[in-house]
């Protein structure tokens, strides 16, 4: 076993793009070396505070001229302190793992591949790739010496696992299964054989292609899907041509290039409470505690997920470095200190690393057979036992055990068949080159009827007009090209009646969308938009004819954007200083679509493309939930934020954006398999799951209330009658509380006769300070507002209220009533709470200029069936429902003879509320007699 060394961290700084330039940020990060590691600071933009962290490495590629921010670092800089431990490790048969984490453009796939050309701005795994061929061809000649280099790409998306080097019509719908071996679990996809850098480089390009295809149909962003590279290594060398036995030194070089950091909102400030784990995905929070345990010695469950899983190999046996990219800018603070502290993390985390060197491969995968099976027989047996260490005996045996023993008897069996398959290899000896020669080839044939061998171009070669992809990812931009030819070329959905020449099924996209006629005698190229085909030229949509010029940006459906391509007559077109990206494009809807600042914007543009998906999912799958962007003002922080409205049936729900966002990743994947289901003339089934994303059982924030401090001041109580409001400013109701002062004895008044001198009154708050003053603070009751197209009842269940003395603590606990269960308008408490506050400066600051925030929370009522007592699903409820025509004659005739007659007399205790509230709270349409 090797040596126990911490995993190495990197923290490489970019340049300003486009987007911050606009929104005006400036920069918040700088750098330092130190004598042994270095540092980095983050400044926050709001408080000026400079936070400080340490790492192994710190690379600044923002400026080659600003002073005072660290020395500029190259990717020669980069390649010499990281990718060489990367190359001489592979070398020596240690496998090697190789981090990307960042936010979403922060420059991760720079560090890691670079561009290729020219040459020096390559990245550490084409320059270590190439160190790696350039040693075997030193050894071409050498017939004692044998190498066999291949790869395999994968992507871990909503925990499915998806080969990114097989056609996507050969991907199995659940995705494919890991299985265990001797180096930790894989999953059987496609290796791709390499006698050269540009084997490896294919393998890429087929890749991006593949995940490019999948962004655009289905907009799953790129940030949320991790991408896994395994570039596999061996080196056999026998001591004769002859020789039965070869010293063998293999190696695993794994390229991880892991979801953003995006930014997740505070439960208490974003006015919504996320489900714990949920901060960007499970794969990362399994992630986040495989690291936690790790670092502290403690044995981690690397089932948690299936990225993890995969990784388990690589982060227990292996050399371990990570590249965190951050931007600069002040815009994107919290994600930059999310990625610094996830670095932060993994800094910890130990490992020993062994060397993957045999002199006799041949018995020593035998032994490692032996070994193996004892080991699974061992576990076998574990399993039969129970806690108090009693058998278990087979009669009785819970259907749970038989099912691990059935998947542990299944992974022995496939052991045996990994074993068998590495000692043919090596007793066959290495692939010859022809073998390998034959199996690229029938890949790239199969590529090619796959996407058409126009799309395995190069795009310079291409020389018709042409779109190409757009994507937030600058590595996915542009691999995807659509030709047009001479005359007319129709773009749309799959159509056996009309086929399309261009064909998209992804979401928005309709039968017969478009047409592109290209003129060669006036070489103009005009696109004819068809009816209620969403579509979008340089951020306006059309319809009708537009003619197509170089650089215009189009998109089609809810997910295509493309980048018009004229060879040829490129200075007839729009003449911008370097080619339209996918932000550009974006932008200037943002600019159409909102009119609102830069930043915001373009948050709310993105909210209303990918609300529409979601409607389109819901309507598609038949899910009784529609959706719409809302703007609403941070109550703390006063910043602008979009959220989304969630409508169902039963109520109308405020999702922050992350939430929403999580919850379209799951609702994309649904649609994906019903999607494959319809294509297939197949019904689709629903997989069975806790919740589904088109339903929501979490607790909300209902609304909140503001209770001014000023009387506690004085050490006068304040009964507050207080307006609840929603996160979008709807009235919500009322909340009644009291805060009242309490005497040097800690009791409440009054302070009459001979408790007059206990009186805490004071005239002014300043002779408080100094002292410790006790009051409580006591939640009576919460009277919801009456909505009587929910048929007069309460929407809500569960109810609870919490609140914090000063909000902006976040060291101070929440103060929390306990649940009302029932659903009711009328949920009461009379819950009561002792503060004792030392009162100084600050909270005399606090008494006189600030207020309480009452959070009031809930869960949204099942809805039920009209005289039926059991919930039930919201679409078989929403078909329940009362003639429109009945009620609208109904609610008329009522406004009628309230018009004529006035308010009705009524018995005591009853109010007119649109309806009729009972004493006890209840509301019913029904007038009393």
Not at 46 to 71: L, R
Not at 201 to 209: C, G, V
Request: hydrophobic residues 35%.
């Amino acid at each position: 076993m090797g040596e126990e060394e911490s995993v190495k961290v990197a923290v490489r700084m970019r340049l300003f793009n486009n987007r911050e330039k606009t929104a005006g940020a400036h920069r918040v990060v700088r750098m330092a070396q130190e004598e042994k590691g270095s540092k980095t600071y983050i400044v926050n933009p709001e408080t000026g505070k400079e936070n400080c962290f340490a790492f192994d490495y710190s690379f600044q590629s923002h400026s080659e001229t600003e002073q005072g921010i660290g020395e500029y670092a190259t990717q020669d800089t980069v390649f010499n302190e990281l990718g060489k431990p990367v190359l001489y490790n592979a070398l020596e048969g240690r496998n090697v793992c190789l981090f990307a984490y960042g936010q979403t453009g922060a420059g991760k796939s720079f560090s890691m591949l670079g561009k290729a050309d020219p040459p020096e701005l390559q990245g550490i795994i084409p320059r270590s790739c190439l160190e790696i061929f350039r040693l075997r061809d030193e050894e071409k000649d050498d017939p004692c010496v044998a190498y066999k280099i291949s790869i395999q790409v994968v992507e871990v998306y909503c925990e499915i696992i998806n080969d990114l080097l097989e056609v996507r019509s050969k991907w199995p719908p659940n995705g494919h299964k890991p299985r265990l071996t001797k180096d930790g679990y894989v999953v059987d996809t496609v290796t791709r054989p390499c006698s050269c850098y540009i084997d490896i480089e294919k393998a890429f390009t087929i890749a991006d292609k593949n995940r490019s295809v999948g962004s655009h149909a289905l907009n799953p962003e790129s940030s949320r899907a991790h991408t896994i590279y395994t570039i596999n290594y061996m080196r056999q060398k026998k001591t004769s041509p002859d020789a039965k036995q070869a010293e063998t030194i293999s190696a695993k070089i794994n390229l991880v290039d892991l979801a953003g950091s995006e930014r997740s909102e505070s439960a208490g400030t974003s006015g919504q409470m996320l489900k714990e784990g949920n901060a960007i995905n499970l794969s990362l929070t399994a992630l986040g505690s495989t690291i936690k345990a790790l670092s502290e010695g403690k044995r981690p469950n690397f089932r948690d997920s299936k990225l993890t899983l995969l990784l388990q190999g690589s982060m227990t046996n292996g050399k371990v470095i990570m590249i965190a990219a951050v931007s600069p800018a002040s815009i994107c603070y919290d994600e930059s200190m999310s990625t610094l502290r996830f670095a932060e993390r993994i800094k910890m985390v130990k490992i020993k690393a062994k060397k993957n060197v045999t002199q006799d491969p041949v018995a020593e995968i035998k032994k490692e057979m032996e070994e193996m099976r004892k080991a699974m027989q061992d576990e076998i047996n574990n399993l039969k036992l129970l806690a108090d260490g009693k058998e278990l005996p087979s009669s009785g045996a819970s259907s749970e055990l038989q099912k691990l023993l059935a998947e542990q008897e299944e992974t022995e069996r496939q052991l045996k068949e990994d074993f068998a398959k590495q000692l043919a290899s090596f007793e066959t000896g290495a692939s010859t080159e022809a073998s390998e020669q034959q199996a690229r080839a029938a890949m790239d044939a199969e590529w090619v009827n796959e996407l058409g061998a126009e799309m395995m171009k190069k795009a310079e070669s291409i020389k018709e007009p042409h779109l190409r992809n757009l994507n937030e990812d600058g590595r996915l931009a542009e691999t995807l090209f659509y030709s047009f030819k001479e005359g007319v070329t129709k773009i749309g959905r799959a159509n056996k009646d009309n086929p399309a020449d261009i064909e998209f099924n992804g979401m928005g996209i309709t039968k017969n969308h478009a047409t592109v006629n290209w003129d060669t005698s006036t070489n103009k190229v005009v696109l004819t938009n068809s009816e209620n085909a969403p579509t979008t030229v340089n951020g306006k949509k059309i319809t009708g004819d537009i003619e197509l010029k170089h650089n215009a940006r189009v998109w089609l459906g809810n997910n295509y954007a493309f980048r018009f391509v004229f060879p040829g007559f490129e200075s007839v077109g729009e003449q911008l200083e370097q080619d339209p990206d996918y932000l550009f494009a974006e932008a200037e809807i943002a600019n159409q679509v909102t009119g609102l600042p830069t930043a915001l914007g373009h948050q709310l543009s993105e909210a209303l493309k990918k609300v529409e998906q979601a409607n389109i999912i819901t309507s598609d799958l038949g899910k009784p939930v529609t959706f719409q962007p809302r703007i609403i003002k941070n109550r703390i922080t006063h910043e602008d934020n979009v959220v989304v409205q969630a409508l169902f049936p039963q109520g109308v729900l405020v999702w922050p954006w992350e939430k929403f966002n999580l919850r379209l990743m799951e609702m994309v994947k649904l649609w994906q398999l019903w999607q494959t289901a319809n294509d297939r003339g197949e019904t689709f089934v629903e997989p069975e799951s806790e919740e589904s994303p088109f339903e929501d059982s979490e607790p909300q924030l209902i609304g909140e209330a503001d209770i001014w401090l000023q009387s506690l001041g004085n050490m006068i109580e304040h009964e507050a009658d207080a307006s609840l409001l929603a996160p979008i400013g709807d009235p919500e109701g009322r909340i009644q509380l009291e805060i009242k002062p309490l005497d040097s004895k800690g009791e409440e008044g009054p302070w009459d006769g001979d408790r007059e001198d206990l009186d805490p009154f004071v005239d002014s708050p300043e002779e408080l300070l100094n002292k410790d003053i006790q009051f409580i603070v006591r939640v009576k009751k919460i009277i919801f507002e009456v909505d009587l197209k929910e048929g007069g009842d309460c929407k809500y269940e569960q109810v609870w209220v919490r609140y914090k003395i000063d909000i902006t603590d976040p060291t101070e606990e929440w103060s929390r009533t306990g649940e009302c269960q029932e659903s009711t308008f009328t949920p009461s408490y009379n819950w009561t709470k002792k503060h004792t506050q030392f009162a100084d400066k600050e909270f005399l600051a606090l008494l006189t200029t600030r207020r309480i925030i009452f959070q009031v929370w809930g869960k949204l009522r099942q809805q039920k069936q009209l005289g039926s007592s059991s919930p039930c699903r919201p679409k078989s409820a929403a078909k329940v429902s009362v003639d429109p025509k009945k009620r609208c004659m109904e609610d008329l005739g009522t406004c009628i003879t309230l018009l004529k007659d006035g308010p009705p007399k009524l018995p005591d205790g009853w109010n007119l509320v649109a309806g009729y509230r009972q004493p006890n709270g209840e509301v019913t349409l029904a007038r009393p007699n």
